[in-house]
């Protein structure tokens, strides 16, 4: 669950609502926080759905109970990453995204986006660093300058993370620990940054899913974005809901330790 800060309930309850198409675009354009959290944004939703608490975590999916698996997303934010909004909003699949700190910084109205669409948020180091063959130092500066780069983008901090590669160690799982993340890998690899192709990636994705199951794809790869409508479509089909990686585990993820599947 990541701890949002200011516009939670704003953000849990237009979503709720379903009025976030009218809403997000006017969050991309505005870049300032102020102005996100003044005005209609709030008052709105809280009207429309009084039972909504204030700053309670988004958990709408017993994961115990329905049949969950959780799409994340890795290395964006970039242009391509615009698309795919479009197709998790037609569909109302949530998903988990692991952001590059750098990238972030240069596509912070993005990251917006993705919060306010009800997304998760994770950290994926600042320059895509090999996280387990660093030092100390290098994966703690990764880690916080990524972490600085979302708060100041969407004003939540991650307590989530996805070491590059798949890459770590002890070093990293502590570091991981004090910072409050835990360590998202994960069990569904279609390899799309290989494939680089439609048909392929939805192949395997639908091959390797099962109920519980964090499956992995890249959002800056076209070819990805344009298997996943047919990916949600199907998976669908089958009973599967999307939802996100904290909801999978239904926020009970503890700092530090490694996750590949409920
Ligand atoms: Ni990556």
């Avoid at 008052?43 to 204030?54: C, G, S």
């Avoid at 360590?183 to 192709?197: F, K, T």
Wanted: aromatic share 6%; with cysteine.
């Amino acid at each position: 669950m990541q701890s949002v800060r200011r516009w939670s309930a704003a953000a849990v309850a237009a979503t709720l609502c379903g009025w976030l198409s009218t809403f997000a675009p006017a969050v991309a354009e505005d870049g300032r926080r102020a102005g996100f959290v003044g005005t209609a944004v709030v008052a709105a939703p809280e009207k429309a759905m009084p039972d909504v608490p204030a700053a309670r975590p988004v958990t709408r999916t017993d994961c115990a109970k329905a049949k969950c698996v959780a799409l994340t997303f890795d290395d964006g934010p970039m242009s391509s990453t615009a698309e795919l909004l479009d197709v998790l909003a037609a569909h109302q699949a949530r998903a988990t995204f692991f952001l590059v700190g750098r990238n972030v910084a240069a596509r912070p109205d993005l990251v917006r986006r993705e919060l306010a669409a009800g997304h998760e948020l994770g950290n994926h180091s600042y320059t895509h660093a090999d996280l387990g063959r660093s030092s100390a130092a290098k994966v703690r500066e990764e880690l916080e300058r990524t972490q600085e780069a979302i708060e100041q983008a969407a004003g939540v901090t991650p307590t989530l993370m996805r070491p590059p590669y798949g890459s770590t160690d002890k070093n990293l799982a502590l570091t991981a620990k004090r910072m409050g993340m835990a360590q998202i890998l994960w069990s569904v690899d279609p390899l799309d940054w290989n494939a680089r192709d439609r048909a392929t990636v939805e192949r395997r994705i639908v091959k390797g899913v099962r109920p519980g199951r964090i499956l992995l794809m890249h959002d800056i790869h076209a070819s990805t974005v344009a298997a996943v409508p047919a990916i949600l479509r199907r998976l669908a089909a089958q009973g599967y809901v999307f939802v996100t990686v904290s909801e999978l585990f239904g926020g009970s993820l503890t700092p530090g330790k490694k996750y590949v599947q409920r």
